[in-house]
């Protein structure tokens, strides 16, 4: 075997043993850490089963679901999702081995045959989960205030293209949830539309976001409010509306007295403002570097808007008024365009830098148009 041929099959041999060491270790830790098994409630009220972590080869018993309800629905057991569509059902008891980390999704079973036979927003919800087929529009009309539980993830399984509408009937109708990081998340293949006569209020107690959109569609129009959320935390990317990998056009309608920035777009996430106002929003963190070891303070993090990590915003109109941490807030990587609009009466907090648009650290403005005016300590700021 000439030289040449030796060092051919000495790189493949250690190849080989590279990729054997890797799946050997592989196996080791999956025997030593375990996979992880993992439950969501699939938006009823009540406690989440706690996940676990199950050895190689031992298995969990699949727990009951006594302590949750879901509006009228009785519970059906737990769906594992299968790829390309449907899903396998466990029932409770069931002694069930993982072979890998897996999430299992509560399933619930209601007794109604339309839509329109659904009495109430959470019933509509349930109806839509066993129900909801692609390419069609949903209107769901609201007609009375409701309070109904936080998590209600907008996904269905193999499906796309679904367009869900709410709508107040008679009177503007308020629904708030019960907290539990957010209330909606319009998630892939599903569009949610605030319509006419709907105001969702965030809850008493502190959550993430009011509304989460994960690579679906959010849309805003005349007559819809968003208002009353509160702050989970101190942590500057708590928002009202928090869009990643998906889009949200605001073509009206309000997002108003909130704790918390009120829209923060990251995570090749869209933000088309194309009308309606971010009004009177507040958010107490701040934007810091750290400099020869001592953080130095910088900016608000963005009362009205937050625009962060490949985060897009465009401004065709609208107004951004009176908010408090900044009125828009570009970083790291972010992308803002001004058409039109008005960005105006907000205030940096704590004084700091920041209180119309702050750009910092590798970021993209466009001002084409719009007014920016009245904001302290300043209209717009870059950071050196």
């Known amino acids: 075997m000439n ?29 030593l850490f375990g996979n992880t098994v993992t439950f ?9 089963p706690v996940s676990q972590k199950v050895k190689k080869d031992n298995y969990i018993t699949l727990p009951d679901a006594n302590d949750l309800s879901f509006g009228d629905a009785t519970f059906g057991g737990w769906m594992l999702y299968l790829q390309g569509g449907g899903y396998r059902l466990y029932e409770p008891g069931f002694e069930y081995t993982p072979s890998n980390n897996v999430e299992f999704i509560a399933k619930w079973n209601l007794d109604i045959d339309t839509l329109e036979n659904a009495s109430g927003l959470v019933n509509k919800l349930i109806w839509l989960q066993n129900n909801a087929q692609s390419n069609r529009n949903y209107i769901l009309e609201i007609d009375k205030d409701e309070t109904i539980p936080g998590q209600q993830w907008l996904y269905y399984h193999g499906k796309s293209n679904i367009t869900i ?20 998340n319009a998630s892939w293949g599903v569009t949610l539309i605030l319509d006419n006569n709907i105001t969702l209020h965030g809850s008493d ?16 129009n005349n007559g819809s409010t968003v208002t009353g959320f509160r702050i989970k935390s101190n942590f500057i990317f708590s928002s009202v509306i928090h869009v990643i990998n998906g889009v949200f056009n605001m073509n009206g309608g309000n997002i108003s007295n909130n704790n918390g920035a009120g829209v923060y777009v990251n ?19 701040s934007i810091s570097r750290v400099t020869s070891g001592q953080p130095t303070v910088y900016s608000s993090a963005g009362g009205g808007v937050l625009v962060y990590y490949d985060g897009t915003f465009t401004m065709n109109g609208g107004n951004i ?24 009466r907000n205030t940096a907090y704590d004084d700091n830098r920041g209180g119309g648009v702050y750009l910092w650290n590798n970021t993209t403005f466009r001002r084409l148009g719009g007014s920016i005016f009245g904001n302290t300590p300043d209209d717009v700021y870059k950071l050196p």
């Not at 990729?19 to 080791?28: E, F, I, T």
């Not at 008679?170 to 629904?175: C, E, F, P, S």
């Not at 949830?177 to 957010?182: A, E, G, L, P, S």
């Open 321 to 344: 008024t009176g908010n408090r941490g900044g009125g828009v807030v570009v970083q790291e990587g972010g992308s803002f365009t001004m058409n039109q609009g008005t960005i105006s």
């Open 40 to 48: 969501f409630v699939n938006g009823a009220n009540g406690p989440i």
């Open 205 to 220: 107690r502190q959550a993430e976001n009011i509304v989460r959109v994960s690579g679906g569609t959010f849309i805003m």
């Open 165 to 184: 509408t709410l709508r107040g009937i008679g009177a503007n109708r308020l629904i708030t949830f019960i907290t539990r990081d957010y209330l909606f």
């Open 267 to 285: 995570g090749k996430g869209t933000f088309n403002m194309n009308g309606g106002s971010i009004t009177n929003n507040t958010n107490i963190g």
């Open 3 to 31: 030289k040449k041929n030796v060092m051919r099959f000495t790189a493949i041999f250690g190849l080989l043993m590279f990729v054997m060491l890797g799946l050997s270790c592989a196996s080791l830790l999956g025997g």
